[in-house]
């Protein structure tokens, strides 16, 4: 079955570093772009980071441009989401997304979500 798993979430001080990991299993990993979304309390699902299949491009939000990094490492088939200096908005669920276009349709799949909270 296909699977993305999270992890690396937990409390961090405002200023702090943290990094996120996902795994995927059950497709091939190196196919799909993957990305980084997370969701605060009270907020919609937003967009963090997406990097592509193969990692040559990555787009990121405006709000985390400069302290947030996303990489993949294919032999791993795992995607990472490094953060630095955490402010307090940053807290959220952070997910792990799988995309793929095949022909005229997507195919799409989602981790369970680790929990980041930036506080002190």
């Known amino acids: 079955q296909v699977q993305l798993v999270e992890s690396g979430g937990g409390l961090v001080q405002p200023g702090g570093s943290l990094r996120l990991s996902c795994a995927g299993s059950?497709?091939?990993?190196?196919?799909?772009?993957m990305s980084w979304y997370r969701q605060a309390p009270g907020k919609e699902r937003e967009l963090v980071a997406v990097i592509t299949s193969l990692g040559g491009r990555t787009n990121y939000a405006d709000s985390v441009k400069g302290r947030f990094t996303i990489s993949r490492d294919n032999a791993k088939n795992t995607v990472y989401l490094r953060m630095n200096s955490l402010k307090p908005e940053d807290t959220a669920v952070y997910y792990c997304?799988?995309?793929?276009?095949?022909?005229?349709?997507?195919?799409?799949?989602w981790g369970q979500g680790t929990q980041v909270t930036v506080s002190s």
């Open positions: 997304n799988a995309d793929r276009v095949v022909l005229v349709s997507r195919v799409t799949y």
């Open positions: 059950g497709f091939t990993f190196s196919n799909y772009a």
